[in-house]
């Protein structure tokens, strides 16, 4: 079984060209993908290649125009099974509540989640000291830091424990040393000791080639290439950055 199975999976919106024109816009077209469990895989793409939209439609966040997908086997109809079992990391301000703390705003995602309150408290106090911010749980989200507003977004997405876990550009904004830390977090941890699978939007290509498994390069709605991330760059004197414009067609430029 794959953990993420996605055929011919399809976003389009519709761009209002005047008052009777309206054009339909591919955000994502025909998007084929299969992920193994245990991998991590890659998203990489310029801005606008709709990498968040396929994200998105992966974890139930925006429902398909066409095409299906199965997450841990669970065609995406079977809300309630997929969400039991995905966990979505992204950072952004405003996704937590400024004026609530950090542990209070994790009792709110884990109440979302249905988790009782008794297994909540065990289970926030675990994530707290597992990204390092036990002695600051108390202290109001708009006095964090962007470090530790990223590492509270983490303990978010694994509120539910989940098997699959999607990251749109998580080391945005951080310091090298935590973005490295981030890193390491999600080979040593989640994939090597937990056995999970990570699914990663980025605009780095040294933390895609650091990190991932294989990886997909979207551009304009569309996957240009797949590949296992050995087979890109070790044979010849390509970097990912080669491989990278190659696919978006900006090679000769
Ligand atoms: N709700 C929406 N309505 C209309 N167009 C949308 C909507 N959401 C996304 N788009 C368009 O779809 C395209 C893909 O957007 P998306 O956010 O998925 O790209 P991305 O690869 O995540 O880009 P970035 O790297 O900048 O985050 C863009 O052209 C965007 O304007
Ligand atoms: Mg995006």
């Known amino acids: 079984m794959y953990a993420i199975a996605a055929k011919n999976l399809t976003k389009y919106f519709f761009h209002q060209k005047g008052f009777f024109n ?10 084929n993908l299969l ?11 310029p801005n606008g290649a709709g990498k968040t939209t396929l994200i998105k439609m992966l974890t139930l966040l925006l429902s398909p125009s066409e095409g299906e997908a199965e997450i841990n086997g669970f065609n995406l109809k079977a809300e309630g099974q997929i969400k039991r079992s ?7 301000e405003r996704s937590f509540y400024p004026r609530l703390t950090a542990r209070q705003n994790l009792d709110f995602f884990a109440a979302l989640h249905n988790i009782s309150f008794k297994l909540a408290r065990k289970k926030i106090d675990e994530l707290l000291e597992l990204v390092d911010l036990k002695n600051m749980g108390d202290i109001w989200f708009e006095e964090y830091s962007s470090g530790m507003k990223q590492r509270l977004a983490i303990a978010r997405g694994l509120l539910n424990d989940p098997q699959i876990i999607f990251m749109d550009e998580p080391t945005k904004g951080l310091d090298p040393l935590e973005a490295h830390r981030f890193r390491k977090f999600i080979k040593d941890f989640l994939v090597k000791k937990q056995k999970k699978t990570v699914f990663i939007a980025t605009h780095q290509l040294d933390e895609a080639q650091e990190l991932c498994t294989s990886i997909a390069i979207m551009h304009l709605g569309e996957i240009k290439l797949r590949a296992k991330l050995e087979d890109l760059t070790g044979t010849n004197d390509n970097t990912l950055y080669d491989v990278f414009l190659e696919a978006i067609g900006e090679k000769n430029t």
């Not at 309206?22 to 998007?31: E, H, N, T, Y």
């Not at 992920?35 to 793409?45: D, K, R, S, T, Y």
């Not at 995905?86 to 952004?92: D, F, R, S, V």
């Open 86 to 92: 995905i966990g979505l990391i992204y950072p952004g």
């Open 35 to 45: 992920v193994q469990e245990g991998e991590i895989f890659g998203l990489l793409g």
């Open 22 to 31: 309206r054009q339909k816009f591919f955000a994502v077209k025909k998007a």
